[in-house]
């Protein structure tokens, strides 16, 4: 079974900056993409961004030049720093994994729990 554990979310002023991390566990051959979603209130959940296992990266429009997605493959680490949030940020956001748990079975995906971002105005 494949785990994933997300921290750091949190409340914050808008302005201000949180730093999420997402720790993928279990038995894991090879990760291809992590990454996070989020979802509002009311709101269909959307990509925020993810990192391919080659270092590529990919932002929704809304965050380029705020947040920054970094990975650490040795650890099966992903972390997203968050700068110069907006109460439109606030929203559940999930971790997700795209990966294998041997080299002879496909890529599956796996999800974290999420965790709370609030951005107060």
């Known amino acids: 079974q494949v785990q994933l554990v997300e921290s750091g979310g949190g409340l914050v002023q808008a302005g201000g900056s949180l730093r999420l991390s997402c720790t993928a566990s279990?038995?894991?051959?090879?990760?291809?993409?992590m990454g996070w979603y989020r979802q509002a209130p009311g709101k269909q959940r959307e990509l925020v961004a993810h990192i391919f296992s080659g270092g590529s990266s990919y932002y929704e429009d809304s965050v380029k030049g705020r947040f920054d997605i970094s990975g650490a493959n040795a650890q099966n680490t992903v972390h997203l720093q968050m700068n110069s949030l907006k109460p439109e940020d606030t929203a559940m956001y999930y971790c997700y994994a795209l990966l294998r748990s041997s080299p002879t079975r496909p890529d599956r995906e796996y999800w974290g729990q999420g965790t709370q971002v609030t951005v107060s105005s």
């Open positions: 279990g038995i894991i051959s090879s990760i291809n993409a």
